[in-house]
């Protein structure tokens, strides 16, 4: 066994033997640009003169005040293209180009990832393929626009729930049929080695200038919260904390219309240990083994897997999981916005809202950190629709 492709016994790469060449490939590939000064070069130039960092650590005075306590947004919602998934979308692209691949691919959910990826390939000058459910494109039809305003050609996907966990199968599948010209962007900590380290370690900027950030402050974190789909965003922001005993981390999941309802995604807080696109990890699944449908109001929460790297942390303690169903976060929407004036992405609700239960239980001004992992503008089509009651979304 490969004991640096695990996180205690999960990882691995559970992927047919045509795949495993360009697995190799690829972890030979990034770890010479990981060493490479020229590579974190470019990419930190890239980083702070095209996404816009450092993002800020705002003091969200009126939330604070609200809940006793010392709240601060880690903002990467300000990136540009508006979320988090732009640091591993550039990261990864500048290594397909580095490799000579002609083309990239990549599997969406929200659109997000598709997004930054087709972004990262205007920018560098590669081919972009995005796998999206065709559900998904339907939730997200301005995310689908731009991709193609941005010279990406969207696939739509309509096996299964047409969501995320079909696009991802999709994407493998033609990934390993094109495996020596073609370069498979993942959008988040998921899938075989080296994928959840290679995105942890692109990721990780937003956890290192975050604890920077609080030190200029004189401060230290007694608690990080962020929302987990495959958990890029929260391990990104954890591994600024991993070492400190001291702070507690949280990831909180999408706890759809309730955990006792089947129209959820918390896969941590009611899956089982499984196999899902090539990693080890936990997994909601039926009695048979079967991967169960999910349910978000947010598109990139409704994976029935996780990182392996979280699947670690949860079993040995060092972070705490919960989950937050679509009305919480809605409300932690609108509080957010009504507060601060800062809209977040429904994805990013979802740990505002673990708010609510966190402050209750704490002695009074404590520092709290919030991973506020992307913006609204891409879910006003949904929060009008249940702010409005025009569709039955929660
Ligand atoms: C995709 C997405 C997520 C979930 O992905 P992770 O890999 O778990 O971070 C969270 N927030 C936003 C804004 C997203 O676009």
């Given at each position: 066994?490969?004991?640096?492709?695990?996180?205690?016994?999960?990882?691995?790469?559970?992927?047919?033997?045509t795949a495993?060449?360009?697995?190799?490939?690829?972890e030979s590939?990034?770890?010479?640009?990981?060493?490479?000064?020229?590579?974190?070069?470019e990419?930190?130039?890239?980083?702070k003169?095209?996404v816009g960092?450092?993002?800020?650590?705002?003091?969200?005075?009126?939330?604070?005040?609200?809940?006793?306590?010392?709240?601060?947004?880690?903002?990467?919602?300000?990136?540009h293209?508006?979320a988090?998934?732009?640091?591993?979308a550039?990261?990864?692209?500048l290594?397909?180009?580095?490799?000579g691949?002609?083309?990239?691919?990549?599997?969406?959910g929200?659109?997000?990832?598709?997004v930054?990826?087709?972004?990262?390939?205007?920018?560098?000058?590669?081919e972009c393929?995005?796998y999206?459910?065709?559900?998904?494109?339907e939730?997200?039809?301005?995310n689908?626009?731009?991709?193609e305003?941005?010279?990406?050609?969207?696939?739509?996907?309509?096996?299964g729930?047409?969501?995320?966990?079909?696009?991802?199968?999709?994407?493998?599948?033609s990934?390993?049929?094109?495996?020596?010209?073609v370069?498979?962007?993942?959008?988040s900590?998921?899938?075989?080695?080296?994928?959840?380290?290679?995105?942890?370690?692109?990721?990780?900027?937003?956890?290192?200038?975050?604890?920077?950030?609080?030190?200029t402050?004189?401060?230290?974190?007694?608690?990080?919260i962020?929302?987990?789909g495959?958990g890029?965003?929260?391990i990104?922001?954890?591994?600024?904390?991993?070492?400190d005993?001291t702070?507690?981390?949280?990831?909180?999941?999408?706890?759809?219309?309730?955990?006792?309802?089947?129209m959820h995604?918390?896969?941590?807080?009611?899956g089982?240990e499984?196999?899902?696109?090539?990693?080890?990890?936990y997994?909601?699944?039926?009695?048979?083994?079967?991967i169960?449908?999910?349910?978000?109001?947010s598109a990139?929460?409704d994976?029935?897997?996780?990182?392996?790297?979280?699947?670690?942390?949860?079993e040995?303690?060092?972070?705490?999981?919960i989950?937050i169903?679509?009305?919480e976060a809605?409300?932690a929407?609108?509080?957010?916005?009504?507060f601060?004036?800062i809209i977040?992405?429904?994805?990013?609700a979802?740990?505002?809202?673990?708010?609510?239960?966190?402050?209750?239980?704490?002695?009074?001004?404590?520092?709290?950190?919030v991973?506020?992992s992307?913006?609204?503008?891409?879910?006003?089509?949904?929060v009008?629709s249940?702010?409005?009651?025009?569709?039955?979304e929660?």
């Open positions: 066994m490969n004991t640096k492709s695990y996180f205690g016994k999960f990882g691995g790469q559970y992927v047919p033997e495993m060449f360009a697995l190799n490939e690829l590939e990034y770890l010479k640009a990981k060493a490479d000064p020229t590579f974190q070069e990419l930190n130039d890239l980083l003169n095209y960092r450092p993002t800020p650590l705002y003091h969200a005075k009126n939330l604070s005040a609200h809940y006793g306590q010392q709240i601060y947004l880690k903002r990467e919602d300000l990136n293209t508006g988090h998934k732009i640091n591993n550039l990261g990864q692209v290594l397909a180009k580095r490799m691949k002609k083309k990239v691919i990549a599997e969406t929200a659109g997000q990832h598709g930054a990826t087709a972004t990262a390939a205007a920018l560098l000058g590669l393929d995005v999206m459910g065709a559900v998904d494109m939730r997200q039809k301005l689908v626009f731009r991709m305003l941005l010279g990406a050609h969207v696939v739509a996907i309509h096996d729930l047409k969501t995320l966990k079909e696009a991802t199968t999709a994407a493998i599948q990934w390993v049929a094109e495996i020596e010209t370069f498979y962007v993942i959008g900590a998921v899938g075989p080695h080296p994928y959840p380290s290679m995105v942890k370690d692109f990721q990780s900027i937003i956890g290192t200038e975050c604890r920077e950030q609080l030190n402050l004189g401060l230290h974190a007694d608690h990080v962020a929302c987990v495959g890029s965003n929260a990104g922001i954890f591994s600024g904390f991993l070492d005993d702070t507690h981390l949280y990831g909180v999941e999408a706890g759809g219309y309730g955990i006792d309802t089947d995604a918390a896969t941590l807080t009611l089982k499984g196999i899902i696109h090539g990693m080890k990890t997994v909601l699944q039926d009695k048979y083994g079967q169960s449908p999910v349910h978000s109001i990139g929460l994976y029935p897997g996780v990182g392996p790297q979280h699947a670690h942390l949860f040995s303690g060092k972070a705490t999981y989950p169903t679509d009305a809605m409300d929407l609108v509080r957010t916005t009504r601060e004036g977040p992405a429904i994805e990013s979802h740990a505002l809202a673990y708010l609510e239960k966190l402050c209750p239980s704490l002695p009074a001004n404590q520092t709290i950190v991973n506020v992307g913006r609204g503008d891409k879910d006003m089509h949904t009008f249940v702010l409005k009651g025009e569709k039955d929660i």
